[in-house]
């Protein structure tokens, strides 16, 4: 028996500013599921993950949570929904006057409405799963951007989410800050959270994605395991893609 998929995506489809930028996307995510998003930029990866979080309405399609369809329009319905898909962006958007502790626990006073004393020990118990026991006093602008992105995962943890949607986590960090960050989520997918991915990261692709869906202009084009399509013969154009990307990072980039 095959188990049902926690999240189902029906035929998504969002144009902005009168340009279609996706266009009848649909699959599905097991529990436990690292998901990653590959493609070039501007095909519509952080759009996506924007109408997966509501924060775009789709025009046209569905998304079905344990079975249930949402209807953003239902202000329950979405923030139901809200609490059980966690969201982590490039730039972490930490609230820059409150510290790490604050950051933190905010949601689960103001939403989840949990007594203060309650909310800071849940709070630190994330920042511990971090790597952050020592750093809950810090302001963002006292913390690395490393340091930084993993707040904003302690914050996404702490609401108990059943699936965590991440842009592009590492895209803003100084390289030598990528490790950490990425060690964080390869703690967070082996302990079986459900996940999908923005990322070019490509050794943590190949180690953890369990599906690469490949997009460019607001499709879906390739989808399959990096064995399937980054195998050297297999002459996918996600593997085209990433070869370019590491030609490009080997010649120093910028
Ligand atoms: N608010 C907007 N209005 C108009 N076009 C937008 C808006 N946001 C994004 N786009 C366009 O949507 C396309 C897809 O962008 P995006 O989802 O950011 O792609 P990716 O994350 O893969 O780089 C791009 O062509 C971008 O210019
Ligand atoms: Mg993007």
């Given amino acids: 028996m095959t188990e049902s998929p926690i999240l189902e995506i029906e035929n998504l489809s969002k144009a ?39 924060l775009h309405l789709p025009d046209a399609g569905r998304i079905l949570l344990d079975g249930q369809a949402v209807d953003p329009r239902q202000r329950k319905s979405l923030y139901a929904y809200r609490q059980k898909v966690g969201m982590i962006f490039q730039d972490y958007n930490l609230f820059d006057h409150l510290n790490a502790l604050d950051n933190v626990s905010l949601a689960l006073r103001k939403v989840k409405r949990m007594p203060r004393a309650d909310a800071e020990a ?88 369990d599906e690469i869906l490949f997009m460019q202009e607001g499709r879906v084009i390739e989808q399959g395991t990096p064995e399937m399509l980054l195998d050297v013969e297999c002459g996918s154009r996600t593997l085209d893609f990433c070869t370019h990307l590491a030609e490009f990072e080997s010649g120093g980039g910028e």
């Avoid at 702490?158 to 490790?179: R, S």
């Fill in 122 to 209: 849940r709070a630190r118990a994330e920042l511990a799963r971090v790597g952050l026991a020592d750093k809950e006093r810090l302001y963002p602008a006292e913390l690395s951007g490393g340091q930084k992105q993993r707040v904003s995962i302690a914050r996404a943890l702490a609401m108990d989410p059943q699936v965590m949607l991440l842009d592009e986590p590492t895209a803003a960090l100084d390289p030598e800050l990528i490790g950490e960050v990425l060690t964080v989520i390869r703690e967070l997918a082996r302990s079986g959270m459900t996940m999908i991915m923005a990322t070019h990261q490509m050794g943590f692709v190949r180690s953890m994605a």
């Fill in 16 to 54: 902005l500013g009168g340009k279609p930028i996706l266009s009848g996307v649909s699959f599905s995510v097991r529990r436990g599921e690292m998901k990653v998003l590959i493609g070039p930029s501007g095909g519509g990866k952080s759009t996506l993950l924007q109408c997966l979080n509501f």
